[in-house]
């Protein structure tokens, strides 16, 4: 039986680093790292918005304070926002909860920069439980004029 390779495992592998030479027994038992992995950038909704000079990518974190929050540049064209969303530890006697729905733990993005982001040019800013993210656009290389060769007379 051979291993077909479906393309959202191959996006998936891109997104987490997986390295190309596990072997087909890694692969059908995955780590516990790229589970957690998986889980926090599946529960970390966002949306990327282009301007005509800026990248915006919009990702909500209720109740996480701005020092909680990281935001990095990896392998010079990949953005990771990441952090870590804690429970409240209020352990007053006879206290409990009744229901746990808000997700905790950690949470992870990782977005593909374009060959036109400015890595020097980034802004962060979380205000009311959302992160934006400011990627400025290089600007466009300049269009090279043609090369005028003098035709000389002999």
């Known amino acids: 039986m051979e291993f077909v390779r479906f393309p959202i495992v191959s996006i998936l592998e891109d997104m987490l680093e997986v390295p190309e030479e596990h072997n087909e027994k890694s692969r059908n038992n995955p780590s516990r790292a790229y589970m957690r992995d998986a889980k926090a950038m599946a529960a970390t909704p966002a949306d990327v918005i282009e301007h005509p000079s800026s990248y915006v990518f919009v990702v909500d974190m209720p ?31 006879g206290v409990k909860y009744v229901r746990m729905e808000r997700r905790m733990g950690k949470f992870m993005r990782k977005f593909q ?42």
């Open 63 to 93: 109740g996480i304070k701005g020092e909680d929050i990281k935001v990095q540049v990896e392998n010079e064209n990949v953005l990771v926002v990441s952090g870590e969303r804690q429970r409240e530890n209020k352990e007053n006697e």
């Open 113 to 154: 920069l374009p060959e036109n982001a400015d890595l020097e040019k980034i802004s962060a800013v979380c205000h009311d439980g959302v992160l934006k993210v400011t990627v400025q656009k290089l600007p466009p290389p300049e269009p090279k004029k043609p090369k005028t060769i003098q035709v000389q007379v002999a």
